[in-house]
């Protein structure tokens, strides 16, 4: 059987930077103006007083220092405390094909590979801008590419589970070369009003040549796949078309992104680790021969838990399990592979792991190595 590579990888992301502080600063002025016109109702115990945040306890709690976001101003604006946008609309490009033709112009030219080369298109997100036509129908038609081209959606692990789905295709003889577009646009989806998730959320697009037999440059041998799920609540949006009909009232705060922080922190990383040594054990890899852990950047505590869980030690160098949270804030399920696009300088024989993992739960992690 022929080898099936990751051929190459771009990524894109807005010009738009909000800091802890300045994110910090909305945010308390929101609360004071909140806890000032409820004043009455506070003193009486009718509603709980909101609390500030501050920078110290964004990097202590996730790792962020930054985000990049694609507004804001509005995002930063205490009468609004969300981004200012249009309907999808048939007279313009959507903001997810927009943003997944940048970065699949980069990952073709990395992979050097043109649109006549592509038999196939998938889309991975946690967040659909539409239902339908479909994101990816729209970029494979942007960028003149013939084949068949379709969305999917697994959370946090959307864009592991997509870049999965191009090896299985490659794999069955359907398809040579597939690119793998993963739009995340997420701060939309965030109550910028909500003290816990306010600050976690930037967004991004990565993008993913998946190959057979890949002659780049810059090519990593997939040698195993491992998928997983598990239900659970504590993940969750609550936001569709079923909204309009429903006869059980919810506020918009109720249906959009809410999580159980604590108990994800606590169910999620023994999973994972669980999972990745497992998978090494499987393919008879100790946990010293991999060089690079790209993680899902959900949380840099949750990041640095797994890695020790798989290595046995709490001390580790900072480079073994990169931190790009720190600058883009949680790029949903982009983040493995922005980890990796910004940190694969691993020389030829060199192992290292992509593993996403988010709402399902959902976990997937490739196994891959530089040749």
């Known amino acids: 059987m022929e080898e099936i590579h990751i051929a190459g990888s771009g990524i894109w992301f807005p010009e738009d930077v909000i800091t802890n502080d300045e994110i910090v600063a909305s945010f308390n002025s929101y609360v004071d103006a909140y806890n000032n016109s409820n004043k009455e109702k506070i003193t009486s115990g009718e509603l709980i007083p909101l609390e500030h ?20 101003k509005n995002i930063l604006d205490i009468d609004r405390m969300m981004p200012s946008l249009k309907n999808e609309d048939e007279s313009r490009i959507s903001i997810q094909a927009d943003a997944g033709i940048k970065a699949a112009k980069i990952a073709m030219k990395e992979a050097n590979v043109s649109p006549e080369d592509i038999d196939g298109v998938i889309l991975g997100t946690s967040h659909a801008a539409r239902y339908y036509p479909a994101i990816a129908i729209e970029i494979q038609n ?55 998730i306010h600050f976690i959320f930037g967004d991004g697009c990565v993008a993913t040549i998946v190959k057979k037999d890949s002659k780049s440059e810059k090519t990593f041998k997939i040698i195993d796949r491992k998928l997983i799920t598990k239900f659970s609540n504590n993940i969750r949006s609550d936001w569709s078309y079923l909204s309009r009909t429903a006869t059980d009232h ?3 705060e109720e249906l959009l992104f809410y999580q159980n922080g604590n108990s994800v922190f606590k169910e999620v990383c023994p999973l994972v680790a669980e999972f990745i040594s497992t998978q090494l054990d499987k393919n008879n890899i ?16 949750m990041i640095n838990l797994i890695v020790s869980k798989v290595i046995g030690s709490n001390e580790f160098d900072t480079n073994l399990a990169p931190l790009p949270i720190q600058k883009f804030g949680n790029l949903a399920s982009a983040g493995s592979m922005f980890a990796f696009n910004l940190n694969n300088d691993l020389e030829k024989g060199q192992k290292g792991i992509i593993c996403s993992f988010g709402a399902g739960y959902s976990v997937c992690s490739l196994l891959v190595e530089r040749v």
């Not at 964004?58 to 976001?69: F, N, Q």
């Open 53 to 72: 945040s501050s920078s110290e306890f964004i990097e202590k709690a996730s790792g962020i220092k930054t985000r990049h976001v694609i507004d804001k």
């Open 142 to 196: 942007a960028l003149g590419i013939d084949g068949y081209a379709y969305d999917m959606l697994v959370g946090c692990s959307s864009t592991t589970f997509a870049i999965n789905n191009a090896y299985s295709d490659i794999a069955s003889g359907i398809a040579d070369t597939v690119l793998v577009v993963n739009p995340e646009i997420s701060t939309p989806a965030v109550n910028f009003a909500k003290r816990d």
């Open 286 to 301: 100790k946990p010293d021969e991999i060089s690079k852990f790209w993680l899902h950047q959900a949380n840099a505590r």
């Open 250 to 252: 919810k506020t918009e």
